[in-house]
Structures are given as structure tokens and as C-alpha cells.
């Protein structure tokens, strides 16, 4: 099956940048997606990028795919501390409905 | 407002006992899913069903068993066959069209004594 791969842990200082990586194994993959969980809660979709893409900013994200490499990757600017959560990157692979999660970083900002 | 619900937030349960967690959603959405979540893992996926009466196996559904009789529901039984069953649930619903953002529930602590 899909393997999807994440550095467990990130800290960082308040109003610097963050950069959350996501490695994969599946190649065929259409949408690749980062969602964002605060503790104790559910999962919120942050973004999103198709395949045939390079990369994608919405505000303060940025989104960079390096399809070679299989490799995603979301940088946060500015980071605060409302940004402390657990970010996943997650694709679909195989089946068009069913979607692979990695196993998600928990990024702490300091103050 | 539309969104999904998930009931109870925290759940305790004696070993050997059945229990059901409870998804609904308002958001007219086809394809329903159950996660499990444990710490350094991540998601995995337990079910999931693209339609009403009918579901799949996902990648870890030994020891549970759903069912998918209305649309709107989608609830979760974790049996006593279930080896390691506390963990958090998470249950999610998509439309399956364009980028297929899944939208998730808030969760339920599964906690089995």
C-alpha cells in the first residue's frame, strides 16, 4: 500500500518561518493535501495541491510539490502560536474516494 | 449549519464489552469513513462506505464492524475481538467530487478499562 512518511516533531519561534515535510511512494497520486489538528478535535482541511502542480501559496502557506523526488513539503510564514497543532499531509492513491494520511507532525511555536 | 457530529467525546467501557460510536452528517455527502488515530501513527483507516448500503474494509478493520443504512449515518462497533481498542475515532464524510476534501467529526476517546 501507499506509504506516507513524516518527521514526528517540529519547534520553531514565534514569527518564524515553519516547513512541515512529506515524503511518498505512490507516484500516481492526483491531490495531495495538508490538514491541520488542534488538540483534541478533528482534522481541518488547510490546502490542497493537484499533481500537474509545482506549487501554491494562499496567504501564509505555501504549498511546494517536487514530483521527482516525491516530496511535498508546506512552509508557514510568519508562524504563531494559534498555528501549535498536528499537520498531516495526506494524497489519494488507488481508489479515487480513498485517502492516505501520513503519520503527521506536531509543530510547537514558541513564544 | 451544515457538519458532522460524533457522540460521545469521551467513552468508557469495561473489557469484553461491545460498544457503538455514534457519526452523523448533514452535508448530503455520499462517502463516509472511520479513522483511528493513536499517538506517532497517525490515521488509519478502519471502513469506509462510497454509498448508503455498502462498505469497505479499510486498512485495519479486524475487530470492527459498521453499518451504512441511511445516508446521514454511519455508526462504528468496536467488538471485544478488537485487541487494542483504546484510541481516539475519528470519523469523516466527502462528496467524492473535485479534490474530495474529507470533513472530519470531533472525535470520540475510546478508553477501555
Known amino acids: 500500500g501507499e506509504d506516507v512518511e513524516q518527521s514526528l516533531f517540529l519547534s520553531v519561534r514565534e514569527g518564524d518561518s515553519s516547513v512541515i515535510n512529506c515524503t511518498y511512494t505512490?507516484?500516481?497520486?492526483?491531490?495531495l493535501y495538508w490538514y491541520k489538528q488542534e488538540p483534541g478535535a478533528g482534522l481541518q482541511l488547510l490546502t490542497y495541491?493537484?499533481?500537474?502542480?509545482d506549487m501554491k501559496q494562499d496567504q501564509r502557506l505555501t504549498v511546494l510539490l517536487n514530483k521527482k523526488d516525491k516530496h511535498l513539503s508546506l512552509r508557514i510564514a510568519d508562524t504563531q502560536t494559534g498555528d501549535s497543532a498536528i499537520y498531516f499531509c495526506?494524497?489519494?492513491?488507488?481508489?479515487?474516494?480513498?485517502?492516505?494520511f501520513g503519520t503527521g507532525t506536531k509543530l510547537q511555536v514558541i513564544p | 449549519d451544515g457538519g458532522i457530529t460524533q457522540s460521545p467525546k469521551y467513552l468508557f467501557r469495561k473489557e469484553g464489552q461491545n460498544v457503538t460510536l455514534s457519526c452523523e452528517q448533514n452535508?448530503?455527502?455520499?462517502?463516509m469513513y472511520w479513522y483511528r488515530q493513536d499517538p506517532g501513527q497517525g490515521l488509519r483507516l478502519i471502513y469506509y462506505?462510497?454509498?448508503?448500503?455498502?462498505?469497505q474494509k479499510g486498512d485495519i478493520a479486524e475487530g470492527y464492524s459498521v453499518s451504512r443504512e441511511k445516508k446521514e449515518s454511519f455508526p462504528l462497533t468496536v467488538t471485544s475481538a478488537q485487541k487494542n481498542p483504546t484510541a481516539f475515532y475519528l470519523c469523516?464524510?466527502?462528496?467524492?467530487?473535485?479534490?474530495?476534501?474529507?470533513?472530519f467529526g470531533p472525535g470520540t476517546r475510546l478508553t477501555v478499562l
Open positions: 462506505s462510497q454509498i448508503v448500503n455498502d462498505f
Open positions: 495541491i493537484f499533481s500537474n502542480m
Open positions: 505512490d507516484s500516481s497520486s492526483t491531490y
Open positions: 495526506a494524497l489519494v492513491s488507488g481508489g479515487y474516494q480513498k485517502v492516505t
Open positions: 452535508l448530503n455527502h455520499d462517502a
Open positions: 469523516a464524510s466527502s462528496s467524492g467530487i473535485s479534490y474530495n476534501e474529507q470533513f
